[in-house]
């Protein structure tokens, strides 16, 4: 069982910057692709990023492209995500995921989730 928490998310005026971090329980979590995806109230789900397994290979929702940067460090077991340029429709609940590939992941077919971290992106 792979479980996965989420770290970063907070309160952010509009153009301002978060970094968020998830960090896998067991040294199985480099094998895993993993996603970042997010929820607002009222909203349904949708995918924002994934990173392959060896961080080679990435995709980004086109909402993000340009101001969100997926990155992995398979020596602390740790994928991070990079929010530059914040806007209030990124406010929501981000939640990282893990998947047996890249492909599943931006599918939404993930195997474990993490909790979930508040952003909020307000004046």
């Known amino acids: 069982q792979l479980e996965l928490a989420e770290s970063g998310g907070g309160l952010v005026q509009p153009g301002g910057t978060l970094r968020l971090s998830c960090v896998g329980s067991?040294?199985?979590?480099?094998?895993?692709?993993i996603g970042w995806f997010r929820q607002a109230p009222g909203k349904e789900r949708e995918t924002v990023s994934c990173?392959?397994?060896?961080?080679?290979?990435?995709n980004y929702a086109n909402s993000v492209k340009g101001r969100f940067t997926i990155s992995r460090d398979t020596s602390k077991n740790t994928v991070d995500l990079q929010m530059n340029s914040l806007q209030p429709e990124d406010t929501g609940t981000y939640y990282c995921?893990?998947?047996?590939?890249?492909?599943?992941?931006?599918?939404?077919?993930?195997?474990?989730w993490g909790e979930g971290t508040l952003v909020t992106v307000s004046s």
């Open positions: 067991q040294f199985t979590f480099n094998s895993y692709a």
């Open positions: 995921a893990a998947s047996k590939t890249r492909r599943d992941c931006e599918r939404g077919e993930m195997n474990y």
């Open positions: 990173i392959s397994t060896g961080g080679f290979t990435t």
